[in-house]
């Protein structure tokens, strides 16, 4: 009997007894479709966070003081942190840096206006160039300008849900909101963005300036951002905001310098690694599977030992009963797995079809390419636990003695 007139005698089998067939096959299905949404929802988790960071500019730098990598014993040279000096130095003296912003994070306080209050809003310490770096619009009002810097105004742009929680549904531009014995004026309300569970929606934004002078003192800041010019990248750009800050700290490792490109490749790389994990844990499915294939294919042989033994009377050798019931456990496994394939594409179709109707969790909604190159890879696997786990019965069936199997009732 050659290969395929093994498989057309098992795709005959799987008609003939589909319940048990599928009832056989349901773990390998199972597997198959778990390992390959597994593969399909990491794909589409990495897009949306691609996206996401995306929405805040990927070829943003940051600029953080990290003393921690300094060796125990060294000093910092009486460098204390970032400051406001450290922002103009970056844009005068790294020539493949647009511009660059400073950020001081200031205690969060309650915040009034007349009898209503917010306990817990994210007050930001920045100028006039943040709005550029952090891709956020104006929903209302104005934003920061130079002069609102210079002139160390008392001005403030608040996120919406601030808005919402003191204002209701006044008009907050030209009120005044006081907070820690700083009155500011409110000027201007900025667009609400989500990245990743976090909102913008809570924030205060306060002039670097007047908060220096009026509020904090000193000259601190938190982190710097900055943006390359165009044409030049944002490695190109890194590295030379590394070197000046190596130059200045005398080559003392108390800063770090990152992109949002590089946060992108980093939870990359979790995201895969999470994906193989949970691959390999879905694919342990597939062994449940081919155990009730191994399982099947010794009922099979039970049932068929007169068939066997006629075979072998008249010729049959060891290595023909062999093939054919290793050909029939593999076939048996390769439509299951295919099946489980075709479950997942469904399921990644039907996913697509309803995030892009809705538009969440991003305009064009979440895509979720089918893996093809993995998908056949795992059918073709569930194909070879087929050949594995059929072995035993099919060597059992081929053992036989003709002579046995032929008076067997």
Known sequence: MSVWESAR???DMLRLHKLRAFLTMLGVIIGV???TIIVMASTGFQYFLTYQI???????LIIFYDPSRVREGDTMGGIEGLTTQDVRLIEERV???DIASGILQAPSSKVSFGEKSMKDPEVMCTDEKQLLLSRIGIEKGRAFSRGDMDARANVCMIGVDVASRLFGKGDPIG??????GLTLQVIGVMEKFDILGQSNGKNIWIPITTAHDKWMGGDQLSYITARPKEGYGVDRAMDDIWRLLMQKSGNKPIYRVDSRESIIQVFGAIIGFAQVVLAAIAALSLL???IGIMNIM???VTERTREIGLRKAVGARYTTILAQFL????VLSLVGGLIGMGIAFGVGQAVQIGTAIAQKPTPEGLPLPFPWVFGLIAAGFSALIGVVFGMYPAARAAALSPIEALRTE
């Not at 995306?54 to 943003?60: M, V």
């Not at 009120?175 to 820690?180: D, L, R, S, V």
């Open 54 to 60: 995306k929405k805040l500019g990927s070829d943003t």
């Open 327 to 330: 050909v029939e456990s593999a």
């Open 298 to 300: 010794l009922v099979s």
């Open 9 to 11: 005698v098992a795709l």
């Open 288 to 290: 449940v599977g081919g």
């Open 175 to 180: 009120q005044h909101i006081t907070f820690q």
């Open 33 to 35: 479709m778990s390992v």
């Open 95 to 97: 020539p493949s840096v």
